[in-house]
């Protein structure tokens, strides 16, 4: 069963969502007039400010933004920071008519979790990536939440405490701006305890207010329902224009400001301002009210006044439903909340890891875990880099920390605060600890100090929150070992530095926090959300997620950039490839994608390079010889032989060599002449070449190049040398200069047919010949691939196998940058070489392909790890063995079946190996063939069938000639080379 309450929440936060976009953009949608948030001091106020500026965007533009600090840096209450708010208006506002104005008390130390000290809780993290893809914290869930309450009031002030996130639904919120409101929440009675509790007057005014009361007290008064709940106060108040003009009036004259606003009286806001609203409140009762600060003359004097403004008043109470409270009051609550709690607010779309790739059950937030790191059970990491070496202990929060090849201990808080003057401060505690308190990993402060004969506290109150324990350090790794150092000082553990520690200059929990630098808080907020992005890209390579499904980005930083660097430098070659593909996809950048591909090419090159050896022994043994060689249809595993798939996973094709029109169409002469030059004649291309000297020869690695070919086949099967020597030299010891002329016959351009491939064979294969070099098959297909990679044309080996030799041909690859292929050559029955000469035909589409990127687009397809490509091209691998395993049995059938299998295939590695002809040409014979496919890469040149048992080749020339006429679809003169 759904959850009804959930979904009712996930549904308003989307309103919410909703309306705060429209407060972006539409000038007359209602919004806040102010949004001020109170700090404890001027610090924590400029980092407030600093805060607000960086998401400047993010915020209404018509809204102002404003920091108040407490005066003098010196606490003066939530009381008092409020008459500060109102004080702020009035300079600024003749009248507080028509102001919606929403106030964020977040002036706390944070003492309970002191991490968020400096941050302020305000901007504390909340597990939740927004849906414009920013990391959430609690001001920023305000912001959102609190978007739909302008049009639900008129004019007035809405009072918010920091460190609680309310979720509900603002439209039912029903307030005529008389008086004040208190916003409650049903909670069950064992929260409850722990808060302050309203109770409801018949005429749905606040009756008491009730603070921190046992359940047996609660359940007294009545303030428990049927269901066991209570009407929790969440800290969020509504205050009318008149009220707050009752309330400035305490201030107005500057003595009074003085008498109201100050560390002595301090008031309260919960205990001074709303106690005289309730229903059953008394005068004598109010004075005995717990202050926020001491009882004192001062405060009692206040009080009567305060009596006084607001006594008239009375405080309605809107009790929402279904609604939450979310309470960060201390660190145990946020690891719990983090490590399972955040599963109820799935429906919100809260989750364990925002903004970070962390795997496993570890909670994170805007964090790195490196693959190498390991962390232990229910740990947190927020705004942390762990990496390295590093082990991370049980139930761990890491904040603002940077982890380095360490062993951080259990149960243990770890926080990196960066200093105005530059150093660091790295703070280590327990858990459970309270700062208030005198304790640290569980053992008495007063005690440790006596022992270790040393001063922890000056002049202050002897908690952990003012013991001065914390060394400084030049930089955060050196902090996180004075901090480990101190862990080990407390624990009584023989590894602890002493001298080290006594010798360093310390600071407290709360003198940290004072001279914090926010401008560092934010830089490594940025710094760590860079690093996530890169992190997010390397995990994506690594688990195999589609680099198409990454978030676009528009550029690197300079910490992106470095970051990069690196981690190229470190690579190994499947890595790095990915690296600059996958960039180039998030960036939509074709330079990366480029670099991509050259870095494949560069890879290739240099194993290929590794392995040539210029031939000193060669000598030309004939005058003239010639090499005529077939060409080649691939039956199964196409594109499996192409690099990097190849190198990455090996490959397996299934091919067969062929005629066309009754000839061997590639044709290579190598013919002796006196003169000591090298000649390349290529007919079929109309370029002639002669060259006297070598350098241009040892020239390659441009496409435009007529004789790519030609050279890389002499460096490859080291007639050339890489570099060095004279060509006048090299011939005269050949024996002669000589020409190669070089020819594909009657075959139009993007067959299919391999013939570029195929004609390379031919050049090594007559070269070899020419000059006396023996050779194996072995070496034959070696020395191809070899000249291929020179000439860097990004091929795989299978066509150049096809056509160097006759028959039915099996060729497999292991992984390695180094391809060593492995060829079998398959023997069928006579009856299955029989039946597939009648019904194999071969089919001229008249259309030669366009696509000049078509090995890039399919190549980036899998290494952008796109799963239809992963599995086709996989599978086909495996198709191409079945195939072979039907035809050794004499299964033709079987083989046709595989065979309209492997074009379904086909398509998945690459769309544009069809189009709206070949499928015309394959619909048009349909009921006549059993199996299909396309020839090479497809997308035109030569189709392939194999005929339904009966059918002939004039049958189906006869049904093309119907349907297509005059144009150039027709049956080839075809024949297999067995």
Known sequence: MKNIPSLFLSQAYRDCWDDYNRSLKLKKFPRWDY????ASNEQQAEGFRKHLEERKSFLPKHTKFVAIPDRDGLRVGSGGATLEVLKYLRSKEESFEKLRVLVIHSGGDSKRVPQYSALGKLFSPVPHKLPNGRNSTLFDEFMICMSSVPSRIREGMVLLSGDVLLLFNPLQIDYNNVGAAAISFKEHVETGKNH???????????????????????RSVGAVNDSDCVDIDTGALIFSTEMMESLYSLIAAPEDYDRHVNAKTRLSLYADFLYPLAEDSTLEEFYKEKPEGEFCPELTAARERV???LRPYRMKLLRLAPAKFIH???TREILELMNGGVDEYQDLGWSRIVGGSIKGDTSGYNSVL???????EGCYLEVSYVHGNSRVGDHCVLSYIDVFDREIPDNVVLHGLKQRDGSFVVRIFGIGDNPKENKLFGRDLDELEQKLGVRLWENSAHSLWEANLYAEADNIQDGVDAALNLYRIVNDESAADIEQWRNAEKKSLCSGFNAADP???IAWNRRMEDLVAMDEITKAIRHKVPAQKLQKRTTLTKIQKEWLKNRIGKADFSERMRLHYYLGIVLEDENEIQECFHTIQAEMLEATVKSLNYNENARIVTDRHTVNLPLRVNWGGGWSDTPPYCNENGGTVLNVAILLNGKKPVEVTLERID???????SRDMDVHGEFDTIEPLQATGDPFDPFALQKACLLAC???PQKGYKLEDILRRLGGGFVMHSEVTDVPKGSGLGTSSILSAACVKAVFEFTGIEFTEEDLYAHVLAMEQIMSTGGGWQDQVGGATSGLKYISSMPGLKQEIKVTHVELPESARKELNERFVLIYTGQRRLARNLLRDVVGRYVGNEPDSLFALEEIQKTAALMRFELERGNVDGFAKLLDYHWELSKKVDAGSSNTLIEQIFSSIEEMIDGRLVCGAGGGGFLQVILKKGITREDVEKRLNEVFMDSLVGVADCKLVW
């Open 35 to 38: 949004v001020i948030l109170t």
């Open 196 to 218: 302050g509790v309203y109770l409801n007057g018949e005429n749905g005014n606040v009756k008491c207010c009730l603070q921190k009361k046992s359940v047996e007290v609660l």
């Open 307 to 309: 009596w006084k403004v």
């Open 328 to 330: 960060f009051g201390t």
């Open 370 to 376: 490196s693959s190498r790191s390991t962390i232990e």
């Open 519 to 521: 401008d560092a808080i």
């Open 675 to 681: 003169e000591l030059k090298i000649v390349f004649d």
């Open 718 to 720: 080291g007639i050339i």
